[in-house]
């Protein structure tokens, strides 16, 4: 896993270096990131509530799974 700043995965994407700047060569800025932490969230009694919305942690679960091309855990 490679963490950036918001900064850095701005500028990776962007393709915005400058000569001095060493660029990074992790991953091609052209895939999905998923941005952590998730701003705006609560888990309470197995409900997560992200930006206003409510799912079950299991649904949740599942939906990464299945997105992210995961196998059971």
Not at 6 to 32: A, F, T
Not at 38 to 50: A, T
């Amino acid at each position: 896993m490679v963490n950036f700043c918001e900064d850095c995965y701005n500028r990776h994407v962007g393709g915005r270096w400058s000569e001095s700047e060493q660029l990074i060569y992790v991953c091609n800025p052209k895939h999905e990131f998923l941005k952590t932490p998730i701003e705006d969230w609560s888990i309470r009694d197995g409900i997560m509530k992200i930006n206003g919305e409510e799912i079950s942690l299991n649904a949740w679960l599942d939906y990464i799974q299945k997105s992210w091309n995961f196998g059971s855990p």
